[in-house]
């Protein structure tokens, strides 16, 4: 008979080498680094891919989005997984995938290649990613899990700079395929160390696969996370012909972004009809039960939004300033910075008071930082102009993740701690998508709009034959998808071939245009994530606070209730 008590403390089989669990920590944020780094490295590198592979900007945009996609789809069922089989087997797994791929991604002669290789990446950063935050609580006894999952947060906030700035010196001094290679000695490093340091995590029930669950929820966020990631390339219209029609402003087929949208919610609808029903579901349902921790998944489903000012940041240092890569990167510092020194400070605060209060403070201090941050941009920036306001938003998103993750995973029972982590993750990556797709929307329409006024603003200071045909390409731009990249220049093209003096200005003046609309987008894209923080720490004041449903235990079984005395 299969024991099914989720309230009973895992069993913890020492490793063959007993260390201390700090350190065991430091194992396991290794992989966790190694995987969120390479969700933003590959970008600076696509370029280069492009030239090196002989593959179109298509192609090469599914080295990034195949990764994503896989990555996202998988992280419930790898959670649960990690219940299942035991989270350190995973993790070894997921770790030893990654890698394996990781040198055949660097190895690839095509494009079709690499796009294979990073789906294997995507399968094994998916096995690897939620078993942190369920080896954390069974490792560090409550009153450490703060410092511990504020020292995760860190790590992470380190990855938002390292990936770009990392992967820029690695293909201006090397090549493309060195930003995989680099993976390799890490990932054996961490898998040895995984392997003799990190004990094994057993539950003492015995859970069973929900495949049906597994397909639903697959087929769910497959369609939801590819409209998201394809809304920019399709203009948030018909991917194919078929069955094409308008309804209001929106364009929709058999297969649109807007479909596929349709499709996913009726997916999600039908896999919670079935986990009510389910004898042991893949996401349980009485998860959501615990208010922290709905509460907490609904923040990181918004919390992605704010971090979306980064690709926003990224290329209009690159792009409009002319940055290089390491350079947009090291500008971006003072953040990572931020989030790496307060991390760790508000997981210890967490640990002592109520966490509820130390999120708030940290939400409520992001927001102004990135509104000082879209003040302070301009077509003459240097990076030491945004050196404050970058950093004050570090210094406010390092007082968030710690608390957060300690608040939605203190009250979950030992045998979900696999399926919290994993739909904690989810609601991560998904709540990323969203802000990406969202932000980048009005980013390009913003754009469009700017265009066509900046450029007759700007065209007095041409020769008067030039000027109208200057102004009608911008105008004819602004209606043209808007899919700008970080490397990408905006000219436009005259009918007659102009003298090289005013060949020159008119690059200037493109290139001028183009960055003011940049700009004129991008405050207003900022201003909506820290908005979005406002809206978050709106959602916090839901917290439940006191004591843990642990804590009281514990005090009830060490304090008997004393009876009044005869």
């Not at 969120?36 to 590959?42: F, H, N, R, S, Y």
């Not at 609808?269 to 998860?287: C, D, I, K, N, Y």
């Not at 390491?326 to 971006?332: N, Q």
């Not at 436009?492 to 071939?497: E, F, H, I, R, V």
């Amino acid at each position: 008979m299969q024991n099914t008590d989720t309230r009973a403390a895992p069993l913890i089989v020492s490793p063959r080498i007993q260390a201390n669990n700090w350190i065991v920590l430091v194992v396991l944020t290794l992989g966790y680094f190694m995987i969120l780094v390479d969700t933003t490295i590959v970008n600076v590198a696509l370029p280069t891919m492009e030239q090196g592979l002989h593959a179109g900007f298509d192609q090469v945009l599914w080295v990034v989005n195949a990764y994503i996609l896989v990555y996202a789809v998988l992280l419930i069922t790898a959670g649960r997984l990690g219940d299942i089989f035991g989270p350190k087997r995973l993790f070894l797994v997921g770790l030893a995938l990654f890698t394996v791929a990781s040198a055949a991604c660097g190895f690839s002669q095509s494009a079709e290649q690499l796009i294979l290789f990073r789906v294997v990446q995507g399968v094994g950063a998916a096995l690897l990613t939620p078993q942190t935050l369920t080896i954390l609580p069974a490792i560090f006894p409550a009153e450490q899990r703060g410092a511990a999952f504020g020292i995760l947060s860190s790590v992470a906030g380190l990855a938002v700079v390292v990936g770009p700035t990392v992967g820029g010196w690695l293909v201006t001094d090397y090549s493309w395929q060195a930003i995989f290679f680099l993976n390799v000695p890490i990932g054996v490093a961490a898998t040895l160390a995984a392997i003799l340091l990190v004990p094994e995590i057993h539950s003492r029930r015995s859970p069973a696969l929900d495949l049906p669950g597994v397909l639903l929820a697959s087929a769910s966020l497959f369609s939801l996370i590819y409209a998201l990631v394809e809304s920019q390339r399709y203009d948030w219209g018909p991917i194919n012909s078929l069955a094409a029609f308008s309804l209001g402003s929106t364009r929709w087929s058999l297969l649109s972004v807007y479909s596929l949208l349709v499709y996913a919610g009726a997916l999600l609808l039908l896999f919670v009809w079935w986990e009510t029903r389910a004898a042991q579901p893949l996401l349980p349902l009485s998860l959501f039960s615990d208010r922290n921790f709905s509460v907490a998944n609904l923040i990181f489903s918004v919390i992605g939004f704010p971090f979306a000012m980064f690709i926003v940041l990224s290329i209009f240092l690159q792009s409009v300033l002319g940055m290089s890569a390491i350079h947009a990167g090291l500008t971006m510092i003072p953040t990572s910075l931020g989030i790496m020194v307060v991390g760790p400070i508000a997981g210890r605060l967490a640990d002592r008071m109520n966490g509820k209060y130390i999120l708030l403070a940290g939400l409520i201090g992001a927001a102004p930082g990135i509104v000082l941050t879209a003040n302070a941009l301009s077509l003459s920036n240097t990076s030491w102009q945004l050196v404050l306001p970058l950093a004050l938003t570090g210094v406010g998103l390092g007082f968030v993740f710690a608390p957060m993750t300690t608040l939605a995973m203190r009250d979950v029972q030992p045998a979900l701690a696999g399926a919290a982590s994993g739909f904690l993750f989810t609601s991560r990556q998904v709540g990323q998508a969203v802000g990406s797709a969202v932000i980048g929307s009005v980013l390009a329409n913003g754009v469009a709009s700017a265009l066509p006024g900046q450029a007759a603003r700007l065209a007095v200071q041409l020769p008067v034959a030039y000027r109208g045909k200057f102004v009608a390409g911008f105008d004819q731009a602004s209606h043209a998808s808007q899919s700008f990249g970080i490397s990408q220049r905006h000219t436009t093209a005259l009918a007659s071939d102009p003298p090289p003096a005013v060949t020159q200005h008119l690059a200037t003046l493109s290139h001028e245009v183009f960055g003011q609309a940049f700009l004129n987008a991008a405050r207003p894209s900022l201003v909506i994530c820290a908005g979005i923080l406002l809206l978050a720490a709106l959602f916090a004041t839901m917290f439940r606070g006191g004591r843990s449903a642990e804590a009281v235990r514990r005090v009830e079984v060490e304090v008997p209730v004393q009876t009044e005395a005869a």
